[in-house]
């Protein structure tokens, strides 16, 4: 299940386009990412995908990353780090942190602008947060990145009461299959490991972090995550804003929704906002 997971890169039964505008780089450290370039650049989004760390890719998302450099007027670069179970904590983390470092240090002549955005989608909100986190606490970086779009994320790898009631509902995540992910992610750690701040950003000093928006739906197991953590971005400091989905599960920007547009178009236009 792992391996098909992998080969149709988040695309269901079959594999999303991969677009010839997309280039493949390598950054510091050997880390791979994934660029799209607009003609006109107001600023530099650095994204990570989502699959539960375990599964995805850079180039899963190549029509959506495309439109938004293009709309938004980004350059985008998309993180491939390395994947669990082969490559568990702190793997990806690194590769995440490498990646936003070398950003830091080259945006401006790589891209014309240091003005530098961060996001992703699941797991890749995850790693978002924890690679502000990183930059913050080992090497004194703040403020650099302007703006967070976080999307349904986990924040507590201890599992909060909305993923442990969820249940075995068939949907895209639940409380099994979100479990398994931190077994593949974290191998050898229980719940009390997982609380670890380095793992669970809910549980960290978020002092210093940048203005966000956080994206969940009603139907997600990971729907007190993003409330848990509005409440302590805002205790932190940091403007955030809140959008609770009606009725969406888990990924459901990953489907051709109706409410996927929109919430599109609302991530762009954040970004882009905090570009102008």
């Not at 988040?10 to 780089?25: E, I, K, N, V």
């Not at 990412?33 to 180039?59: E, N």
């Not at 990145?145 to 895209?172: C, E, I, K, N, V």
Request: with cysteine; aromatic share 8%; charged share 20%.
């Amino acid at each position: 299940m792992l391996a098909l997971l992998r080969r149709n890169r988040l695309g269901g039964d079959t594999p999303p386009a991969r677009l010839p505008q997309g280039q493949d780089r390598v950054v510091a450290g050997g880390v791979k990412v994934r660029a799209f370039l607009p003609d006109h650049v107001d600023g530099v989004y650095l994204h990570m995908h989502g699959g539960g760390w375990a599964f995805g890719s850079a180039d899963g998302q190549d029509e959506k990353l495309l439109r938004l450099a293009v709309e938004a007027r980004l350059a985008v670069m998309s993180v491939d780090y390395r994947l669990a179970p082969e490559h568990p904590f702190p793997a990806g983390p690194d590769d995440c942190e490498a990646a936003a470092r070398w950003l830091v240090d080259h945006a401006e002549a790589e891209f014309g602008t240091g003005r530098l955005l961060i996001g992703g989608e699941s797991a890749g909100a995850h790693l978002s947060v924890l690679t502000l986190l990183r930059l913050r606490d080992r090497h004194g970086i703040t403020g650099a990145f302007h703006a967070a779009h976080l999307a349904f994320g986990p924040y507590d790898l201890s599992m909060t009461p909305s993923q442990r009631m969820f249940g075995s509902r068939r949907l895209l995540s639940n409380s099994d299959s979100m479990r398994g992910s931190y077994e593949l992610f974290t191998p050898g750690m229980g719940p009390e490991d997982r609380r670890d701040p380095e793992v669970s950003p809910l549980y960290a000093d978020l002092t210093g972090l940048p203005p966000a928006r956080i994206v969940v739906g009603t139907q997600d197991p990971l729907l007190d995550d993003s409330l848990f953590l509005v409440q302590r971005w805002q205790t932190a400091g940091a403007p955030v804003q809140l959008s609770v989905v009606a009725g969406a599960m888990h990924g459901f920007t990953l489907f051709p929704l109706t409410i996927t547009a929109r919430e599109q178009q609302r991530e762009r236009d954040f970004l882009a906002g905090a570009c102008r």
